[in-house]
């Protein structure tokens, strides 16, 4: 079977974009949320072992890469408050905990547009419930068929190292098929405790403290593109 022919069979089988539990994924986000859009951000993917997901291979980060180092802005990008930043969302990646979230430069155009609403604050103790919702919606002139993995990956960030990395998800795939201006909402999740480097039992591990953190989302779509957002702040409760 091949890539396409698969392609097919998951946007056949693909959910419409109505067909999620939005009462229960906005069950935590009732109160007052901050939008943050990429805009029209991608990143080119076109080797064949991206057509399997795999969340630790998403995000690949390059030999030259360093060690944190101090400073009030995650890797020199603007932090976005109330409003999307200016111009194109910019690409990133990170090898993961206790590395930075390293600027990638402008993310090139893609026919999908990625929304992130996060809560002004969460609490570590509600870590099994999403802290937001990442809408992707087709902003093309031509109707979508694509798969991506279950979900999106989520960096949380504090003075420019990672402190929590995305969870592991299922390897599996799922169709993704857009009209025009069609949309369709994932959850996003964050285990919201301190990892530790190599290590993959983030719920065991320690709590976030009590602050202010940056959280940057990235979904990748099979042998296409990847959709990013960020940095995002928000407020962790004790």
Same mark, same amino acid.
């Given at each position: 079977?091949?890539?396409?022919?698969?392609?097919?069979?998951?946007?056949?089988?693909?959910?419409?974009?109505?067909?999620?539990?939005?009462d229960?994924?906005?069950?935590?986000?009732?109160?007052?949320?901050?939008?943050?859009?990429?805009?029209?951000?991608?990143?080119?993917?076109?080797?064949?072992?991206?057509?399997?997901?795999?969340?630790?291979?998403?995000?690949?980060?390059?030999?030259?890469?360093?060690?944190?180092?101090?400073?009030?802005?995650?890797?020199?990008?603007?932090?976005?408050?109330?409003?999307?930043?200016?111009? &194109?969302?910019?690409? $990133?990646?990170? %090898?993961?905990?206790?590395?930075? +979230?390293?600027?990638?430069?402008?993310? *090139?155009?893609? #026919?999908?547009?990625?929304?992130?609403?996060?809560?002004?604050?969460?609490?570590?103790?509600?870590?099994?419930?999403p802290?937001?919702?990442?809408?992707?919606?087709?902003?093309?002139e031509?109707?979508f068929?694509?798969?991506?993995?279950?979900?999106?990956?989520?960096?949380?960030?504090?003075?420019?190292?990672?402190?929590?990395e995305?969870?592991?998800?299922?390897?599996?795939?799922?169709?993704?098929?857009?009209?025009?201006?069609?949309?369709?909402?994932? &959850?996003?999740?964050? $285990?919201?405790? %301190?990892?530790?480097?190599?290590? +993959?039992?983030?719920?065991?591990?320690? *709590?976030?403290? #009590?602050?202010?953190?940056?959280?940057?989302v990235?979904?990748?779509?099979?042998?296409?593109?990847?959709?990013?957002?960020?940095?995002?702040?928000?407020?962790?409760?004790?």
């Amino acid at each position: 079977m091949t890539l396409r022919s698969r392609l097919d069979d998951l946007a056949a089988d693909a959910p419409g974009p109505g067909a999620l539990d939005l009462d229960r994924i906005r069950g935590r986000i009732a109160r007052r949320r901050r939008t943050r859009v990429a805009s029209a951000s991608a990143a080119v993917m076109l080797t064949a072992a991206m057509s399997t997901v795999a969340a630790a291979g998403l995000l690949d980060q390059g030999d030259d890469a360093a060690p944190p180092a101090a400073g009030s802005t995650p890797s020199g990008l603007p932090t976005v408050d109330k409003s999307p930043a200016p111009g &194109p969302q910019q690409a $990133f990646t990170s %090898r993961g905990c206790g590395w930075i +979230v390293k600027d990638q430069g402008p993310a *090139p155009d893609s #026919p999908l547009r990625m929304t992130v609403e996060l809560d002004d604050s969460v609490d570590p103790d509600d870590w099994d419930e999403p802290i937001g919702t990442a809408t992707i919606t087709n902003v093309s002139e031509e109707p979508f068929t694509g798969a991506t993995g279950p979900g999106p990956d989520t960096y949380v960030v504090r003075d420019d190292s990672v402190v929590t990395e995305p969870g592991p998800q299922q390897a599996s795939l799922h169709g993704v098929m857009l009209a025009q201006g069609q949309s369709v909402i994932y &959850p996003v999740h964050s $285990f919201l405790r %301190r990892c530790t480097p190599g290590d +993959v039992t983030q719920p065991q591990d320690e *709590p976030l403290e #009590p602050g202010t953190y940056q959280v940057y989302v990235a979904l990748q779509f099979v042998d296409a593109f990847t959709l990013y957002s960020g940095p995002i702040e928000v407020e962790v409760t004790g």
